[in-house]
């Protein structure tokens, strides 16, 4: 199978949360890979002829040195954020691109606003910066675990119940702010169900060589699950917009993950119509005559 024939099987909407619309998980199937099966499309050819036309398209953003790409990866434990970049982002130039794993904040980006150390780590023109987690674990973790937002020191009169309403306005704006000045934002959800998670919690237990990615506290917030779940919907139903929407994509099956995931990418790329820099006559001519300048070395 072709990328282009693998491409007519997908409606890539289907994995858009829509904006302006209530988003239910329920109505995206974790399990979704259009009806193939991984040995019938050769989905590491695939994935390669993707990784191809990305490393083209980032020399190009380089060159160009018009917009930033800004990646963001959201997902529960275990559904492949790490995997993903690894393998989608593996033909990239190293110079070119940044991933940032966003952990527990410090106490420095504590007395610092909840954007704060994000705007730090935003990629500058020419670059691709990803982003494992982000700020929107400030409507997330923050969310599910209110003990988080009492050590974020906020003003007493702001702490109500429409602190969740004016995060996702302030974020919707940042992002406007960021795309209208050349930083194209793609937005990812790896979608992965309960029970995918808990076979590979247990694969990470059994396997040695996986034991360090496991800790018991991913299970203890498995307990969050439903909590998550809701969490996550007001996320997508409050932050996915035209300019930078969401996208859910199913993680229960890693490999067809990884090809949607490098599709919308390259997608993405493509519709910023990259190209090299045109070369003036007068940069032509100082060409010439350094090809001069070496011929007469010989």
Not at 65 to 74: H, N, P, R
Not at 117 to 134: D, H, Q, T, V, Y
Not at 194 to 209: G, H, S, T
Request: glycine share 4%; aromatic share 12%; proline share 5%.
């Amino acid at each position: 199978m072709t990328p282009e024939d693998f491409v007519q099987h997908l409606d890539p909407s289907q994995f858009i949360a829509p904006p302006g619309r209530t988003i239910r998980l329920k109505d995206f199937d974790s399990a979704y890979t259009a009806g193939l099966k991984k040995k019938d499309v050769d989905a590491d050819g695939l994935l390669k002829a993707g990784i191809e036309r990305l490393a083209t398209y980032q020399d190009m953003l380089y060159a160009q040195d018009t917009y930033a790409l800004l990646i963001i990866f959201q997902a529960m434990d275990a559904a492949g954020k790490d995997g993903t970049i690894k393998h989608v982002m593996s033909g990239i130039n190293p110079q070119g691109c940044q991933v940032y794993s966003f952990k527990a904040p410090s106490a420095e980006e504590l007395d610092h606003d909840y954007l704060w150390r994000s705007c730090k780590a935003l990629p500058e023109r020419g670059r691709i910066g990803i982003f494992n987690r982000s700020y929107y674990e400030e409507v997330l973790v923050v969310r599910v675990h209110p003990e988080v937002l009492a050590r974020q020191k906020l003003p007493p009169s702001t702490v109500d119940e429409s602190l969740w309403q004016r995060r996702y306005q302030e974020i919707n704006h940042f992002e406007n702010y960021l795309v209208n000045n050349g930083v194209i934002i793609l937005k990812f959800f790896l979608h992965i169900s309960k029970d995918v998670q808990r076979k590979r919690f247990l694969e990470r237990i059994d396997l040695p060589e996986k034991n360090w990615k496991f800790s018991v506290s991913d299970v203890q917030e498995r307990q969050f699950w439903d909590e998550y779940m809701t969490a996550y919907e007001d996320v997508f139903t409050h932050t996915s917009t035209e300019w930078a929407p969401w996208h859910i994509i199913p993680a229960d099956r890693k490999w067809f993950t990884r090809l949607i995931v490098a599709y919308f990418i390259a997608q993405k790329m493509h519709s910023l119509n990259l190209a090299y820099p045109t070369v003036t006559d007068a940069h032509r001519r100082e060409l010439q005559k350094a090809r001069e300048l070496l011929n007469a070395e010989r």
